[in-house]
């Protein structure tokens, strides 16, 4: 039997994770759901005044925006890992961290950008000009993909460990710190007339890096955990 | 026949553990002579701050503590590295043994840290740049540790330990500097901690000497620790069991 080319592969495993997730819809929209309950609580906990709430919004958003794409790391691996499938998957011809890659960009196309959709609502919630929603659009289209990425690692070491999921969010939340500094930096830069141009050019820099580095580490977590 | 050295010689188990032992009590001693030097330059030979006053004092230890942390922190990936790399055991009980003490030193810092804080800028915490990255800093060596502790496995757990070791060494600059950046963003230089460019000689020697005596501290206990994890690992080979009772 021939192996498929490497496209084709790519294209099989971002399917499947796709398709698997829609099955499982309901995954899918915890995240989601959890993101804008938490967002939501903010006002609660600090009180109703817009010029508080303008100023913390864009923090909040972010900072939420971690804790939910962190909830769906388990995800990522563990389904795969328990039914045998990953093993398949370390043993393909094709290089495992491209194939990594693929399955990434499936949990995100999931997980992340809801999140991205959803957030313009939420910071009109936080009274955020239109400007400022733009750029917080901006900033999370760039900086979820590198929290999937980051988080990748985390989620593949942890793998079919007792306490995972604590322990996940140790290993990842102090590495997403950039992403949180430069992704609530740009909304809060635009808003105080600074221009969210650099926070952004640095959010692009991080998922090129991230892009090239994290499924190459991923890969060779997922080695160590599946032997 | 050259007569070569044979650099490996001390990268097995069985020849270095009684090197260990041989030296750890030597690092001790020079520890404890250089902490005492340091302690009477720091306490009684180095002048009296222009503006802090005595407060300024605790920089003798940490000064030297947190330039443990960070120091420690490349040694720990380093020995991780090493270990995956070339697949010795004895590097990643290295890393194993130096991550409790960085954490120590880490942790060393930041509270003395805070106690530095309270008289010179009235709160025991601010968010400057390098409190906030010292912070995470220990978080990084908390999840090293968490990471190692879950995994039944030792030889997983060296190798997971690698990674996250390595990905946070890569992380470290950045998140210097992105800290660095978010706090000149928020903040003005209201709070800084740079001092005076001109300090006083003998206050640099006595920085100097408690940095030697944290070194020396430091390298005794990561050989002591790295003698229990090789007990514990090997505890089924021979030469262990060869070993007289008393140095088992």
Request: a positive charge.
């Amino acid at each position: 039997m021939n192996s498929p080319s490497l496209p084709d592969a790519l294209r099989c495993v971002l399917w499947r994770d796709l398709l698997v997730a829609m099955r499982r819809r309901a995954d899918v929209f915890t995240t989601l759901v959890f993101f804008v309950i938490v967002v939501s609580l903010f006002p609660l906990g600090v009180g109703p005044e817009l010029k508080l709430l303008r100023t913390m919004a864009p923090g909040v958003v972010w900072v939420a925006a971690l804790l939910a794409s962190m909830l769906a790391l388990n995800r990522l691996f563990a389904g795969d890992y328990a039914d045998g499938a990953l093993e398949q998957l370390v043993l393909a011809p094709q290089p495992l961290s491209l194939l990594v890659l693929a399955k990434i960009a499936a949990h995100w196309l999931t997980t992340g950008l809801p999140l991205v959709i959803v957030a313009p609502l939420l910071g009109l919630q936080f009274d955020l000009p239109a400007e400022a929603l733009r750029i917080l659009v901006a900033s999370l289209l760039l900086g979820t993909p590198v929290l999937s990425l980051i988080g990748a690692i985390g989620a593949a070491l942890t793998l079919g460990l007792r306490g995972g999921g604590a322990l996940l969010s140790l290993l990842v939340l102090p590495l997403y710190v950039p992403v949180l500094i430069f992704g609530a930096g740009a909304v809060e830069a635009s808003a105080s007339g600074l221009g969210a141009g650099a926070h952004l050019s640095l959010l692009g820099a991080f998922l090129l890096v991230a892009l090239v580095f994290a499924p190459w580490a991923t890969a060779v977590a997922l080695r160590i955990s599946v032997e | 026949m050259t007569a070569t050295i044979n650099w490996f010689k001390y990268a097995s188990p069985p020849a270095f553990y009684p090197l260990t032992g041989t030296l750890a009590p030597w690092f001790f001693a020079a520890a404890a002579v250089f902490g005492a030097m340091g302690l009477y330059v720091g306490f009684f030979v180095a002048p009296t701050d222009a503006q802090q006053g005595e407060a300024y004092r605790i920089i003798f230890i940490h000064v030297a503590a947190a330039w443990m942390s960070m120091f420690l922190y490349v040694v720990m990936a380093f020995w991780a590295g090493v270990g995956v790399a070339f697949n010795t055991r004895l590097s990643s009980m290295m890393a194993s043994a130096v991550a409790p003490t960085g954490a120590l030193m880490t942790f060393i810092a930041l509270w003395t840290g805070a106690l530095w804080g309270k008289p010179m800028w009235g709160a025991w915490w601010v968010w400057d740049a390098r409190l906030t990255s010292e912070l995470i800093l220990l978080f990084l060596y908390i999840g090293f540790m968490s990471l190692q502790a879950a995994i039944d496995d030792p030889r997983r757990a060296d190798r997971a330990g690698a990674v996250i070791a390595l990905v946070g060494v890569v992380n470290v600059p950045i998140i210097y500097f992105s800290v660095q950046w978010w706090n000149t963003l928020h903040q003005g230089a209201s709070v800084s901690l740079t001092r005076s460019p001109s300090m006083a000689a003998t206050m640099l020697t006595g920085m100097l000497l408690m940095a030697l005596a944290f070194w020396m501290y430091s390298i005794a206990v990561v050989l002591l620790r790295v003698r229990c994890i090789i007990l514990e690992r090997e505890r089924n080979a021979d030469w262990v069991k060869q070993l007289p009772e008393p140095q088992r």
